[in-house]
């Protein structure tokens, strides 16, 4: 077999764009690995500002003090168990609402559905919600800091537009051979529904993980925290203090290597995880965003 | 039918959001008492004492909203609130609103607008958005109830400090942190080794040097460490800090601005400055002082001197430069004393260096910047004068009165408890006892046994401490600092405080329109006229030009009216 030859400009494009690609790559990579070589930097290091993509003076000893402080590890707990049992709810309840709302025959759904949408264009606001949950009793609760966003629009409609795409004919020939409803949603097409699915666990679970303002607004026990506003507040209690230049030398004293530990520990779960969930996440948006 | 079904719905959504509206009206809407009685009540009928100490004969409890520092988190072992209880049978209660330092003042004004107030709402700074809604008391109206707080006042001749605070009404809304003098606390620390070795005699010069003198000293510098290889000719050799995200400049322009009469920095607010001679407001920023302030700072970048990334650099990078030798000055506050020289131990090593903080040259003026001598402070919920009746609302204050503004009260939230946790020697200094050490007092810890007293107890807090006579604020000061802070008084003076100018709601919003973009341009042609980016001469009517466009002059109408008004 012969190899088609490459035209010129073609090759001129290759290299530029080689280029171009890696130039943007070191870009985008390169904040993060400064990070992840301040977080094993000596103090002495990083204030001398000798650290660039590589460790200078190599310590892990705030890792350990880190993950052997009591609370990291609780905010840590917290956090996991929230996108888990967030994200299980969150998808679930977007899927049951999602496959209704793509049954055309059902005529209900053009008056609800306006209901729904309604929601991405109008809230409440920030001081009834808050009014709101004070006056249900879900303050200070693990309740509020899930239920609000349990269900996004958007997601149902993304849900929605990728159920309307499957074919009706085999939730038919589901029911003749004997499934009810729920049997046809839950046998039938749950499973066939892996890409959106997977696509919605990662856009909930990366929204519970990195969640830091529903912390704020209605969790005020510290041992309900997540471990995003634990984060916040170690980034913040670092820079407002040298910005005002507080009286307080021991916040001046959060060391900037607790910040690139922290930091670099919130990101590891993600990094982990997007790897595998990526394939069915192009798959997903694609099969969701586009509507026949 | 569809549309009947349409309609029914349509009502549907319309009916459950009134009813979200109806919910909303539920909350409380807060009224205040404008007519206070005037006390009557002899002392032996109240079922307290008040005055040097607070005792409540029965228990009572008050919300308090908490502002919780991650650097001494609360628990469950502070002393600081069971040792206030058992003194004055009063319960601060913060459990529902502890809110995280970062977040306080979001958080805080959040609740409060949502009608879910503590009684006692402390570490204020701004209670400016709070006075309209009626959400907070006017405190003013009820300064008379409190004892040391009045003595404080006219002691050291607070009143017209007072009158700065005050809005449109006449009344202030919040009860600032009283302090005898203002603090100097911002100057620069210098690498006194390397002055040393230039020949710059730095600790006679600083009595009434100028910027000029500054630089000089600085130019020496730089050509000594030239000589001796230890930087190059192109190189900056003082990067400075703190320069303010805002684009205006931070700690550097408002020291040196305060020197020439002219608001800069941090200090820049609106460029509005009082001419006492005339009794009248003018621009400061267009005025001959502000062009001799820039143009006096553009020498220091001229000569190779500053560094004119000191104005987009973060605090980190400046940092690094002064501890890795790049710089020999740097701005210093009294917090960040020791971490330097600990930073610097650990970069140079010790006994490689030395380092002063100097008192900062003179200008047109031998002001300091700072002249303020009110501190943050506590706003009260109207909430607790309409829960409480004013009989009870008066005997709250009097126990703010004694914790806050009474000699005990401000010892024990500082020091905690004589024989417990400090001691105090025969000439009246304090100590803390040699099991304590703490990081709010700057007490350094000198033995691995020592407990944090803040961290462990409470006490030493930013809640509570923050202002006072002299000797109270200075009481835990090192000598390196007390002696600083001495310098400072000796050979500069405090600038008189500016009136005040309360303006009507819409008179702020006015002044604020046209201070955003006019200010924004100030601060832009400083920099560049700093930086050399703009020629200070060929360029100034320019710049004076561009801020007449943006309503400068209308603005000194506006002030100077608004001036008048309250004057009558």
């Known amino acids: 077999m012969t190899k088609l030859k490459e035209s010129k400009s073609y090759k001129v494009f290759k290299v530029v764009n080689t280029i171009l690609m890696i130039l943007i790559s070191a870009a985008t990579l390169y904040p993060f690995l400064y990070l992840v070589a301040q977080s094993f930097s000596s103090e002495a290091a990083i204030y001398a500002g000798k650290v660039t993509i590589l460790p200078v003076d190599f310590t892990a000893s705030t890792y350990l003090s880190v993950l052997s402080k009591g609370e990291f590890i609780l905010y840590y707990k917290n956090t996991i168990l929230y996108t888990i049992f967030g994200t299980i709810i969150s998808v679930m309840l977007t899927a049951m609402l999602a496959y209704p709302l793509s049954k055309p025959k059902l005529r209900l759904n053009k008056y609800i559905a306006p209901f729904i949408i309604f929601t991405m264009y109008f809230g409440g606001g920030l001081i009834p919600n808050f009014v709101l949950m004070n006056k249900l009793g879900l303050r200070n609760t693990v309740a509020a800091f899930v239920i609000p966003g349990l269900i996004s629009t958007y997601y149902v409609l993304l849900m929605r537009s990728f159920f309307a795409g499957m074919s009706s004919e085999i939730e038919e020939a589901a029911e003749i051979d004997g499934l009810g409803k729920g049997g046809v949603f839950f046998k039938i097409i749950l499973p066939l529904s892996k890409p959106i699915l997977a696509t919605?666990?990662?856009?909930?679970?990366a929204g519970y993980w990195s969640n830091w303002f529903s912390a704020f607004l209605y969790l005020d026990d510290k041992s309900k925290w997540p471990v995003a506003y634990y984060l916040r507040q170690i980034i913040l209690g670092a820079t407002t203090t040298s910005e005002v230049g507080a009286n307080d030398a021991a916040s001046a004293q959060i060391a900037a290597n607790i910040r690139s530990c922290s930091m670099v520990l919130m990101v590891i779960p993600l990094l982990i995880v997007y790897p595998f969930v990526q394939r069915y996440f192009v798959q997903g948006m694609m099969l969701g965003g586009v509507k026949e | 039918m569809k549309k009947g079904l349409c309609l029914l719905l349509s009502a549907a959504m319309i009916a459950s959001l009134m009813g979200c509206s109806k919910t909303d009206s539920e909350v409380k809407e807060t009224t205040q008492t404008s007519e206070v009685t005037e006390a009557t009540e002899v002392e032996e009928d109240l079922d307290y004492e008040f005055g040097e100490h607070f005792k409540s004969?029965?228990?009572?409890a008050y919300s308090m909203f908490w502002?919780?520092?991650?650097?001494y988190p609360i628990t469950e072992n502070w002393k600081l609130f069971s040792k206030i209880e058992e003194l004055t049978n009063v319960k601060l209660d913060i459990s529902k609103h502890t809110i995280a330092r970062t977040d306080y003042d979001e958080k805080k004004a959040l609740m409060i607008s949502s009608g879910e107030s503590a009684y006692i709402v402390p570490?204020?700074?701004d209670?400016?958005?709070?006075v309209d809604g009626g959400a907070i008391v006017a405190i003013s109206d009820y300064t008379k109830y409190m004892p040391n707080y009045t003595a404080f006042v006219e002691q050291y001749q607070l009143g017209p400090d007072l009158q700065t605070i005050e809005k449109e009404d006449g009344k202030y809304y919040r009860l600032p942190g009283l302090k005898e003098t203002s603090e100097q606390e911002y100057t620069f620390m210098i690498r006194s080794d390397l002055f040393d070795a230039a020949g710059v005699d730095y600790k006679t010069l600083e009595k009434d040097w100028n910027w000029q003198g500054l630089l000089d000293a600085l130019v020496k510098v730089k050509a000594y460490m030239v000589a001796e290889g230890m930087c190059k000719e192109s190189d900056y050799i003082w990067t400075e800090r703190w320069q303010g995200d805002d684009g205006s400049g931070g700690n550097l322009l408002?020291?040196?601005?305060?020197?020439?009469?002219v608001r800069s920095g941090w200090d820049v607010a609106d460029g509005m400055q009082f001419?006492?001679?005339?009794?009248?407001?003018?621009?400061?920023?267009t005025t001959p002082e502000y062009k001799e302030y820039v143009t006096q700072l553009h020498k220091f970048v001229e000569a190779g001197i500053l560094n004119p990334e000191s104005f987009t650099i973060t605090d980190e990078q400046s940092c690094a430069k002064f501890y890795n030798g790049e710089s020999v000055m740097l701005g210093v506050n009294k917090s960040m004393l020791t971490t330097y020289q600990e930073n610097l131990d650990s970069t140079l090593g010790k006994d490689k260096y030395g380092v002063y903080q100097i008192v900062y040259p003179v200008g047109k003026n031998k002001y300091t910047?700072?002249?303020a001598r009110l501190e943050n402070g506590i706003m009260i919920s109207s909430k607790a004068l309409e829960e409480l009746g004013e009989e009870d609302f008066i005997k709250m204050l009097r126990f703010i009165d004694w914790l806050w503004y009474s000699e005990e009260g401000k010892t024990l939230a500082k020091w905690g408890v004589e024989g417990e946790t400090y001691e105090v020697a025969e000439d009246g200094s304090k100590t803390l006892l040699p099991q304590y050490y703490c990081g709010g007092l700057s007490i350094p810890q000198t033995s691995e046994d020592q407990k944090d007293m803040r961290i462990e107890y409470g006490y030493a807090g930013g809640v509570f401490t923050y202002a006072g006579t002299y000797d109270q604020v200075t009481d835990n000061y090192s000598d390196t600092l007390k002696e600083y802070f001495d310098r400072v008084s000796n050979y500069r003076e405090v600038a008189p405080v500016r009136p005040a100018v309360s303006g009507s709601e819409e008179d702020n919003e006015q002044i604020n329109l046209i201070k955003t973009p006019l200010i924004d341009n100030v601060n832009s042609w400083t920099l560049q006229f700093i930086t050399g980016q703009k020629d200070i001469e060929k360029d100034w009517d320019t710049y004076v030009m561009s801020c007449e466009n943006l309503n400068s002059q209308q603005l000194v109408d506006l002030y100077n009216e608004i001036y008048t008004r309250n004057k009558k």
Do not use: C, I
């Open chain 1, 200 to 205: 919605m666990t990662l856009f909930y679970g």
């Open chain 2, 57 to 60: 004969d029965e228990p009572v």
């Open chain 2, 67 to 71: 502002s919780d520092h991650e650097a």
């Open chain 2, 123 to 125: 570490k204020t700074y």
């Open chain 2, 127 to 130: 209670e400016n958005q709070f």
């Open chain 2, 254 to 261: 408002k020291l040196v601005g305060a020197t020439y009469g």
């Open chain 2, 275 to 285: 001419d006492r001679e005339k009794d009248e407001w003018f621009f400061s920023e």
């Open chain 2, 369 to 371: 910047a700072e002249s």
